[in-house]
């Protein structure tokens, strides 16, 4: 049986417009950013590369950007456009951690209940961010075109969202301490010249560093080696690699993952800028699903072991 309810998820998944037609994607969920030189602005997944490598530029020399969540009655709106057509809402959201983007849905779905009582809208907090978020919710098309209901779907995204993992290079963490993502001992002890953090999702998908190493072709080596201990049913699956200014890097990845992980296939994606201006340039990393993570303690052993052995 085939269900079409729409699935909308937010500005925060990084999927291009060719990748949301592509997996079936039925929109998103704007949010804003304030620059410098524009002042608040609508932000928005359809940006080229030329104006992304302006974005990460202007965002590597000026202060002052940020980013806020749309408001609860412009979600309402957004959702009465596919329910005034007779459909169902899954609504994937950005990380409740990151944003008050999820809190807000919920908001808006019990406003939208009461009006559509006949209707069932169903947000599910992804607990990741970028293409963490891009995964599951292509994850959601793909249940959809098997035959799920809107309940088996959000039933089954609750259930694997958590074995989602993020494995890849960040070359600045102070970045990511000034935004809240991890502590500033943390990105103190993370960031020396040349050396390179190599991070996972934690269990409330926040990014967690596990090592540190020098270079990106020793970062790169303890990916494919990191993927290969993590990874369930990779020849099942599609990896997402995504990168802020590090295109060169992440086709470099790309490349290893499909001669030694050997998956479905591997798509590579930009952070746009509202998730750039959060995790800063200088990140490439492997989105896939794995063993659930319940803490890193085990990641970081094995991440230690790829690297006292093999490198």
């Known amino acids: 049986m085939k269900y079409s309810y729409a699935i909308l998820t937010d500005v925060g998944c990084d999927l291009s417009a060719g990748l949301r037609a592509r997996f079936g994607v039925d929109g998103y969920l704007k949010m804003y950013m304030s620059t410098p030189s524009t002042g608040e602005v609508e932000g928005s997944l359809d940006v080229n590369d030329a104006e992304l490598d302006a974005f990460y530029a202007s965002l590597k020399k000026e202060t002052g950007y940020k980013v806020s969540p749309c408001s609860v009655d412009e979600i309402v709106a957004y959702f009465e456009t596919f329910l005034q057509q007779g459909k169902d809402i899954l609504a994937v959201s950005l990380s409740n951690k990151l944003s008050a983007a999820y809190n807000f849905m919920l908001s808006a779905q019990k406003i939208v209940s009461e009006k559509y009582p006949e209707r069932k809208i169903i947000a599910v907090d992804s607990l990741k961010y970028s293409a963490g978020l891009g995964l599951l919710t292509v994850k959601a098309c793909e249940l959809r075109a098997e035959g799920y209901s809107i309940e088996q779907n959000a039933e089954k995204l609750e259930k694997i969202k ?13 970045w990511l301490a000034s935004r809240g993502r991890i502590s500033r001992t943390k990105a103190f002890f993370g960031t020396l010249a040349g050396i390179k953090t190599l ?16 270079g990106y072709k ?20 599609i990896i997402f690699v995504a990168h802020s200014a590090r295109k060169e890097q992440a086709e470099i990845l790309a490349s290893l993952i499909k001669e030694e992980i050997k998956p479905k296939e591997v798509i590579i994606c930009s952070v746009f800028p509202l998730t750039g201006i959060n995790v800063g340039p200088g990140l490439f990393a492997a989105y896939y699903f794995g063993t659930e993570i319940t803490d890193l303690k085990h990641g970081t052993e094995i991440l230690n072991e790829i690297i006292s052995e093999k490198l």
């Open 218 to 237: 020793k970062a790169q080596k303890a990916t494919i080696e990191y993927i290969k201990k993590t990874i369930i049913s990779a020849n099942e699956q």
């Open 199 to 214: 991070a996972d999702f934690d269990p409330d998908g926040m990014i967690t560093p596990l090592a540190k190493i020098s």
């Open 162 to 174: 958590k074995t989602i993992h993020q494995m890849g290079s960040l070359d600045d963490l102070f």
